[in-house]
């Protein structure tokens, strides 16, 4: 798992609990943005259709369907995000 915040990887072999946080900068590790169902582009920011809507992303939650996030899950949105931040640019070319 990697944390969402300073990009620590913990390794890790439980599921966090709400108040679990990351070694490195204090993250909670039970939140969305460290969710294999995290995804900004959606209305609720979450793929999982039976999840409750989380106001905060990055706080701890109790989200019975969490599953932590892997390094292709977390490089696969800095990726979206990059693509999204140069057509952005492009358009004021």
């Not at 390794?11 to 946080?21: E, F, N, Q, S």
């Not at 999840?51 to 899950?73: H, L, M, S």
């Amino acid at each position: 798992m990697i944390c969402h915040q300073c990009g620590h990887e913990i390794a890790i072999t439980w599921v966090p609990g709400r108040l679990d946080t990351c070694s490195a900068c204090s993250a909670y590790l039970h939140c969305c943005l460290n969710c294999r169902f995290y995804e900004p582009t959606l209305s609720s920011g979450c793929q999982e259709p039976q999840a409750e809507y989380v106001q905060d992303k990055a706080a701890g939650n109790y989200c019975e369907f969490f599953q932590p996030g892997t390094k292709v899950e977390v490089r696969r949105r800095e990726a979206q995000a990059e693509e999204a931040r140069r057509a952005f640019e492009d358009l004021f070319r």
